[in-house]
């Protein structure tokens, strides 16, 4: 017997939003579709859902918006869709807690794709035995909560960007090729064109204060990938003038 998955499926496009439907039907998926951004939290909240497809311009609430809503209630994963192909929206809805953005026109085996690797990713999330707190110096992570406390204060970072900093800390002191944060937190190879890691990378040094132009704590290393720095995260220290 098959499992089948159920999508909920935020799409003002009548057309676009059958097809969807129907083709995700043919692969043992089922689809609640609703047309509207301020009908996201009170449909997910009466139904039990594995994944949520989301446009981005959509009547009573955009699409980044009610991401935003949406992770502030549950680690679901989410797919952007957007026609809009410009940096500023794909950042946007990283920062707002996707998991992932796609182009549209959709292409129907690459959205398959995408939604079996983001259920892959969540799955294998799910079933991880790692500890889920993790202290360096001043900075302590919570997983189980999605909590991060910096030199005694809490910092608000987006569901994506701490799965991303949890990521680099469980490796802590080594060196992260970006081909292996893509396989593990996108279920997808890297293109070697995609820089979201990168740019959420910037937003990490931004929120901990490390310098992006030397920075101690979280490092991009030309060439190889991405460095957790276990000894930088001591509490700064002040001095006084005599």
Request: charged share 25%; proline share 4%; hydrophobic share 40%.
């Amino acid at each position: 017997m098959t499992n089948t998955h159920s999508v909920l499926l935020v799409e003002d496009d009548a057309s676009l939003a059958d097809w969807i439907a129907e083709f995700l039907a043919e692969h043992d998926f089922s689809v609640v579709h609703v047309e509207r951004g301020d009908q996201v939290l009170p449909v997910f909240n009466d139904g039990h859902f594995d994944i949520v497809l989301l446009d981005v311009m959509l009547p009573g609430m955009n699409g980044i918006e009610a991401c935003r809503q949406l992770r502030q209630q549950s680690d679901i994963p989410v797919l952007i869709m957007s026609a809009r192909g410009d940096e500023y929206d794909e950042v946007m809805g990283l920062e707002a807690g996707a998991n992932d953005y796609i182009i549209k026109p959709v292409r129907p085996r690459a959205l398959l794709a995408r939604i079996n690797a983001l259920l892959s990713a969540s799955r294998r999330q799910n079933d991880t035995s790692q500890l889920d707190l993790l202290t360096f110096g001043a900075l302590e992570l919570n997983r189980h909560c999605e909590r991060v406390r910096w030199c005694g204060e809490e910092i608000e970072l987006s569901s994506g960007l701490f799965e991303f900093l949890w990521f680099l800390a469980t490796h802590s002191g080594q060196i992260v090729s970006r081909e292996t944060v893509f396989q593990n937190l996108r279920g997808f190879e890297y293109d070697g064109i995609d820089r979201r890691f990168d740019v959420m990378l910037s937003n990490l040094r931004r929120a901990f204060g490390d310098d992006p132009q030397h920075p101690q704590k979280l490092k991009t290393v030309w060439g190889k990938g991405y460095l957790f720095v276990p000894d930088a995260w001591a509490a700064p220290s002040y001095e006084q003038s005599v």
